[in-house]
């Protein structure tokens, strides 16, 4: 309460002029008015102030409002994107780079006019639970797709089938040639170029200038650009990698291919890797035994022949004339004949004790193999093998298998 209106509720009025304040009586009336009018007043001041915060509550929900419709006109803006509709048209060739991010396929797949806008393809690998496992690889899609039937062609491995390259162990150079001129429009002038260009594919010296054992197996993507130089460079830098990763020295290269090559084509089973490629660590050393330091190995023979499967004639199996002869030629063979697997190379490396020095697989259909230390042992093996391909001549004539 004011001094003033604590003197007029007394009933006194100030006089400013003097400095002082005087009494004047007022009538019951009067202040009864007076006290109206200031109860008066105060309700007007709450009722402005009332009003002040209904107008600033209003104006904040008017805002927050605008705001919040806005904020969804951009989300939806965000969210929705020019697609297509249906499952395309015409054919296109898409190549998905390593690492490329589900915003970098949308733009790669809008660029190629596959998806009519690289959000909608996004929207949609966001969607799907699989959206993030597309793989890097040359695919074919078609033009004017929508995005999800892009994704789903993108999921789908037969997209990409066409235009990968898979390198098994055993291949030789002339089955990888083969496979590369299948999957793309490569000549065999290109890639025998391919083979050749040394420093390009970046070949080891230890090589001796042949691919042959240095085409990694494994799975190979040919992109819409690649070139055969490019594809064997991979294939050489996958097995000097792992060459290098066995810690294999650099001088024993050539040699540990060799074995390994030899080791991959002589057995169908891995479990024989080891036993096998004790075999060959026992003839080498054995120069003046029942073996004379010779291999004697079936898959030598047959890769000097330019074949893979079957068994030699006694003919055959005598010629001088073939360099990869290990019936003939003491020793290892020129170079390997094929690309060894990890497992085949690591056998190499660590081949397990034992005496054998024979080995024949008689059955080459299961690849059991059995393993002895004299040659009337082998020759016991021996008549096993003769019995199963008197039941199966057209497997052993021109099929997988072999005797050591």
């Given amino acids: 309460m004011s001094h003033d209106d604590f003197f007029a509720e007394l009933g006194i009025q100030r006089d400013e002029d003097a400095g002082s304040a005087t009494e004047k009586p007022k009538s019951r009336k009067q202040r009864r008015m007076e006290k109206v009018e200031r109860r008066q007043r105060k309700r007007r001041r709450h009722w402005l102030t009332s009003l002040a915060i209904v107008i600033t509550l209003v104006a904040v929900g008017v805002l927050s409002y605008k705001a919040i419709v806005i904020m969804r006109?951009?989300?939806?803006?965000?969210?929705?994107?020019?697609?297509?509709?249906?499952?395309?048209?015409?054919e296109v060739t898409v190549t998905i780079p390593e690492g490329a991010s589900g915003v970098d396929i949308g733009d790669i797949l809008q660029q190629k006019g596959v998806v009519a806008s690289g959000k909608a393809f996004t929207n949609a690998a966001k969607n799907n639970p699989k959206g993030s496992t597309i793989q890097p690889g040359t695919y074919k899609l078609k033009k004017k797709m929508s995005a999800n039937a892009a994704l789903q062609a993108l999921l789908d491995p037969e997209s990409k089938g066409d235009h990968t390259l898979t390198v098994s162990a055993g291949n030789t150079k002339q089955i990888v040639k083969d496979r590369l001129k299948q999957v793309s429009n490569f000549t065999d002038e290109q890639i025998e170029a391919a083979f050749a260009d040394t420093a390009a594919i970046g070949l080891p010296a230890e090589a001796g200038g042949s691919v042959e054992g240095w085409l990694a197996p494994g799975t190979y993507d040919v992109t819409e650009n690649a070139t055969p130089t490019e594809l064997v460079k991979?294939?050489?830098?996958?097995?000097?990698?792992?060459?290098?990763?066995?810690?294999?020295?650099?001088?024993?290269?050539?040699?540990?291919?060799?074995?390994?090559?030899?080791?991959?084509?002589?057995?169908?089973?891995?479990?024989?890797?080891?036993?096998?490629?004790?075999?060959?660590?026992?003839?080498?050393?054995?120069?003046?035994?029942?073996?004379?330091?010779?291999?004697?190995?079936?898959?030598?023979?047959?890769?000097?022949?330019?074949?893979?499967?079957?068994?030699?004639?006694?003919?055959?199996?005598?010629?001088?004339?073939?360099?990869?002869?290990?019936?003939?030629?003491?020793?290892?063979?020129?170079?390997?004949?094929?690309?060894?697997?990890?497992?085949?190379?690591?056998?190499?490396?660590?081949?397990?004790?034992?005496?054998?020095?024979?080995?024949?697989t008689v059955n080459l259909e299961t690849g059991e193999t059995l393993f002895s230390s004299t040659s009337e042992e082998q020759a016991a093996n021996t008549k096993k093998l003769n019995e199963y391909c008197k039941n199966n001549e057209e497997i052993c004539n021109g099929g997988k298998k072999k005797s050591g």
């Fill in 73 to 90: 006109d951009a989300s939806a803006q965000a969210t929705h994107a020019e697609d297509y509709h249906g499952n395309g048209e015409g």
């Fill in 234 to 360: 991979q294939m050489v830098s996958r097995t000097t990698s792992q060459l290098n990763d066995l810690k294999v020295p650099k001088e024993s290269y050539h040699v540990v291919l060799t074995k390994a090559s030899i080791v991959e084509r002589e057995v169908n089973d891995s479990k024989y890797y080891g036993q096998v490629a004790r075999v060959i660590e026992n003839r080498l050393a054995q120069v003046d035994g029942e073996t004379q330091g010779k291999l004697q190995m079936d898959s030598t023979v047959l890769y000097g022949l330019g074949r893979s499967g079957g068994i030699p004639t006694p003919e055959e199996a005598t010629d001088p004339n073939n360099q990869y002869n290990t019936y003939v030629h003491p020793g290892l063979p020129p170079g390997p004949i094929g690309s060894p697997s990890e497992d085949a190379i690591k056998a190499v490396l660590n081949p397990p004790a034992g005496s054998w020095l024979y080995f024949v």
